[in-house]
T-cell receptor
């Protein structure tokens, strides 16, 4: 059974700081997805990466996929209070998602 | 276009009671899913459906049943609720691409 480990579990920072969160898998990802979940809402897809070594940027968010396709990182530059939420990584094999436990981020003004 | 909706939003049950959670999507998606989310454990797949009239077990199916009689609806049933089923339940759908679209969740407490 594939296991996805996300670190850190919790992160509390001030507005304007940079941060990086990580997702590691016990086996090779089929495809890697990052979701953000705000309190009281369902997860919303941020990005999908498929190719080892791939880097994608979404405004202040940078997603990297490891060459061996077993790890990924999400870097946020100049965090804002609107970035607060639970960041989940997921492996999207054959239309079934396996999720990590998430990193809970709080950005304080 | 409402996307994915879930009914009810909140529910409190006593141990042994039964209930049905309704998920509806208006995007004509083939695939639908039920997850539960517990603190520190991410989302875990309960059951899923790859099309009208089909269902399959996910990672944690015990104590739950599902039905997909219409393409747009996916029902999750608890026949005899247990405190271990206290959780937040999310429904999701996808046309078959990578992205899954999630509903707002149902918070269930079993006492």
């Amino acid at each position: 059974t594939q296991l996805l480990e996300q670190s850190p579990q919790f992160l509390s920072i001030q507005e304007g700081e940079n941060l990086t969160v990580y997702c590691n898998s016990s086996s090779v990802f089929s495809s890697l997805q990052w979701y953000r979940q705000e309190p009281g809402e369902g997860p919303v897809l941020l990005v999908t990466v498929v190719t080892g070594g791939e880097v994608k940027k979404l405004k202040r968010l940078t997603f990297q996929f490891g060459d061996a396709r077993k790890d990924s990182s999400l870097h946020i530059t100049a965090a804002q209070p609107g970035d607060t939420g639970l960041y989940l990584c997921a492996d999207g094999g054959y239309n079934k998602l396996i999720f990590g436990a998430g990193t809970r981020l709080a950005v304080h003004p | 276009n409402a996307g994915v909706t879930q009914t009810p939003k909140f529910r409190v049950l006593k141990t042994g009671q039964s209930m049905t959670l309704l998920c509806a999507q208006d995007m004509n998606h083939e695939y639908m899913y039920w997850y539960r989310q517990d603190p520190g454990m991410g989302l875990r797949l309960i059951h899923y459906s790859v099309g009208e009239g089909t269902t399959a077990k996910g990672e944690v199916p015990d104590g739950y049943n599902v039905s997909r009689l219409k393409k747009q609806n996916f029902l999750l049933g608890l026949e005899s609720a247990a405190p271990s089923q206290t959780s937040v339940y999310f429904c999701a759908s996808t046309p078959g691409s990578y992205e899954q679209y999630f509903g707002p969740g149902t918070r269930l407490t079993v006492t």
